[in-house]
């Protein structure tokens, strides 16, 4: 009989064999460990609120000097949404989604409608085999908050090519899908095989869109009950739509991640990049043809091949309610629209918090600085930054009120600086007595 209870135990032990219990790895784009645990209802949302908004620019908005005017403009926004997390046997679906219509009163043409949208979906296909696929899609035309940690989505979306740097307040399309499998090999080793494609494209003529693939593997092994070590490998090929060129990047690093408490987590990435792109430039012609035809320069195709350091770290505490996080990372992006290929440096934190008796809270700031490599050379940099507040005024019934503002800065092309600003305050409304989520 004690033979026969040691087997059952045994055998109730192996499937936690199948599931990766330590802390997350970032290489993966996993939101933090302790984030994943608690069962979060689904809840609809809606809210009306008063705005203002300064520094409006679209693409065909200059004087004739090519200075973008400065445009403010009081509004009324509608904004809905559903969020939560719900888990079976063996699946579990996080969903974030976010809409909202704006009215510009003193200013019309920026009119918008925009949408956010985060799917996570893993299931776990064996005892040692588990799907995972991260979806996000929307469409905007002035973008705030993209990036943050969400506590009903089980990824990062910094992690992923969504656009958060966008200059221009002109209607924007992104999609971004990837799918991975996890292989819980033993108890402590694991690989991850994975891959995924998106895409951003603009509505105005003259930004540039970019289509992107990306195939990635690696292979981590627990050293602890809170350590994991390992290595990575990426790949990311981009492309322009309306324009010529393209860039291939090979990154390798070496992955470590600590949960330092059961709540607080440490996770780093850490390698370097090689990016081959080409692209078209322009080249002055030799004097004598100059001469003969009337013209000072040319076009050819430029091919160079480059190494540059990357990677990331963050470094996230988990609360009953919330999460509290710093992350930076250095790698190559795709550009802005503007801007193509880029290197890129970014910074990054937030703090959101639902179950104080009667507010929810959250803020988030960001800082971005990129040198670009593609069809203009020159840096442009970005800081950004928002509060958001809800406040429980009767069951269902919330007082909702944030402000926003984004600089951004370029010291080689001077008419990129500009600082834009949204403030907003309204009523929302969502059925039961927690107080409305804000994320």
């Known amino acids: 009989m004690k033979f026969l209870r040691v087997l059952m135990l045994a055998g109730g032990a192996l ?21 994943a645990a608690p069962e979060i209802k689904f809840r609809p949302f809606v809210e009306l609120n008063t705005i203002y908004s300064t520094g409006l620019a679209g693409v ?7 200075t973008l005017p400065n445009l403010s403009s ?12 719900h888990s079976w046997k063996h699946t579990k679906i996080g969903l974030d989604y976010r809409g909202s219509l704006d009215h510009q009163e003193q200013q019309s043409g920026f009119d918008s409608l925009s949408q956010a949208f985060l799917l996570g979906i893993d299931h776990r296909l064996t005892r040692h085999i588990t799907l995972s ?20 989505v089980p990824f990062d979306p910094s992690q992923s090519f969504i656009p958060t740097t966008d200059f221009f307040d002109n209607r924007t399309y992104y999609l971004s899908s990837q799918a991975d499998l996890k292989i819980q090999k033993t108890a402590r080793l694991s690989f991850d095989l994975g891959g995924g494609e998106f895409l951003t494209r603009y509505r105005a003529e003259g930004l540039v869109g970019s289509t992107g693939l990306t195939a990635h593997g690696d292979v981590q092994y627990r050293l602890s009950r809170r350590g994991t070590f390992g290595g990575s490998y990426n790949y990311d090929h981009f492309y322009y739509s309306g324009q010529f060129g393209s860039a291939d990047v090979h990154s390798f690093a070496a992955n470590y991640s600590r949960a330092i408490t059961a709540r607080l987590e440490f996770s780093v990435s850490a390698g370097a990049s090689r990016i081959e792109q080409t ?11 100059a001469a003969l035809l009337g013209v000072s320069s040319t076009t050819e195709i430029a091919h160079f091949v480059s190494w540059i350091p990357s990677g990331s770290v963050r470094l996230s505490q988990v609360l009953h309610q919330g999460v509290i996080y710093l992350s930076a990372s250095r790698g190559v992006t795709p550009g802005n629209g503007l801007f193509t290929t880029s290197y890129t440096n970014s910074v990054g934190g937030g703090y959101t918090y639902t179950g104080l008796r009667r507010w929810s809270l959250n803020a988030s700031t960001a800082y971005s600085g990129s040198r670009s ?32 503002a984004r600089s951004y800065d370029s010291g080689d ?13 309204g009523l929302g409304f969502t059925p039961g007595d927690v107080p409305l989520r804000i994320w």
């Open 133 to 152: 696929v991260r979806e996000q899609a929307g469409m905007f035309t002035r973008s705030f908050g993209l990036g943050a940690l969400s506590q009903t």
């Open 74 to 85: 009081y509004g009324v926004e509608l904004v809905w949404g559903i969020s939560g997390t």
């Open 373 to 404: 490599v593609g069809n203009f050379a020159g840096t442009y940099s970005s800081i950004s930054g928002g509060i958001t507040a809800s406040r429980q005024l009767m069951r269902s019934v919330h007082l909702v009120l944030g402000y926003d």
């Open 279 to 289: 692209f078209i430039q322009q080249v002055p012609v030799d004097p004598v043809i």
């Open 15 to 35: 499937p936690a064999l199948a599931q990766y219990a330590g802390p997350a790895i970032l290489s993966r784009g996993e939101a933090p460990a302790a984030m």
């Open 413 to 425: 092309f001077h008419n990129y600086n500009r600082i834009i600003q949204v403030a907003h305050i």
């Open 60 to 66: 065909a908005v200059t004087d004739s000097q090519g």
